[in-house]
């Protein structure tokens, strides 16, 4: 697992798609996730500014999990992907609950369609019980595991990531990978211009 997840993210991502993603009692196969790359190339990276204490774990082997919380609220959870050291991974957008939905349901009490349940990296977190704890985990230990597909899975589609920006201020890279017309695949929402303050 660890050399199948140890290329670029951008080349790993696509491959993600299909791939099953169990926690427990609880199965999603991804349908949609985003590359970001290491430390010094990629803004929008959580790894961009080098280690700290909070996102060491984008500086693990492949395989292992970044968890973070976003909006102090919703657990989202990231593969880490690409050469020990580099800081690269791949946020789990969406994907369709599989396995346990009884108990993702109850998880994910607001959720109206069962497309919904992990339609979205906070929503995905809270149908997995994904927690800050979970943070540096290995997949293929505890209750973490990955089957990556065995066949084709569908066109894929490539776009920009919901809320990054590229360079330039643009959303110009398409690192963005999600399965054609699925309907859990997540809504695309443009990055929000900050303006700065006037000096």
């Known amino acids: 697992m660890t050399r199948l997840l140890s290329g670029p993210a951008r080349e790993v991502g696509p491959r993600l798609l299909g791939s099953v993603f169990r926690?427990?009692?609880?199965?999603?196969?991804?349908?949609?996730?985003?590359?970001?790359h290491g430390q010094g190339d990629d803004p929008g990276s959580h790894a961009h500014r080098g280690p700290t204490e909070r996102n060491a774990s984008m500086?693990?082997?492949?395989?292992?999990?970044?968890?973070y919380l976003s909006y102090g609220i919703h657990r989202?959870?990231?593969?880490?992907?690409?050469?020990?050291?580099?800081?690269?991974?791949?946020?789990?957008r969406a994907g369709e609950v599989v396995e346990g939905h009884e108990v993702a349901r109850r998880?994910?009490?607001t959720a109206r369609r069962d497309v919904e349940l992990a339609q979205g990296p906070g929503r995905l977190g809270s149908a997995l019980a994904i927690e800050l704890r979970d943070d540096g985990s290995r997949l293929g230990s505890g209750r973490f595991s990955l089957e990556l597909p065995t066949g084709p899975v569908g066109p894929v589609v490539a776009g920009?990531?919901?809320?990054?920006?590229?360079p330039a201020g643009t959303d110009a890279w398409p690192w963005r990978f999600s399965l054609e017309g699925d309907p859990?695949?997540?809504?695309w929402r443009p990055a929000v211009r900050r303006a700065r303050p006037a000096r």
């Open 23 to 36: 926690v427990g009692d609880v199965a999603v196969r991804l349908t949609e996730v985003e590359a970001y």
């Open 59 to 67: 500086f693990a082997e492949a395989g292992t999990l970044y968890v």
């Open 76 to 92: 989202c959870v990231n593969i880490v992907c690409g050469p020990e050291g580099y800081g690269s991974g791949l946020l789990l």
């Open 107 to 109: 998880r994910r009490p």
């Open 160 to 166: 920009p990531r919901v809320g990054v920006s590229g």
């Open 184 to 187: 859990t695949v997540s809504a």
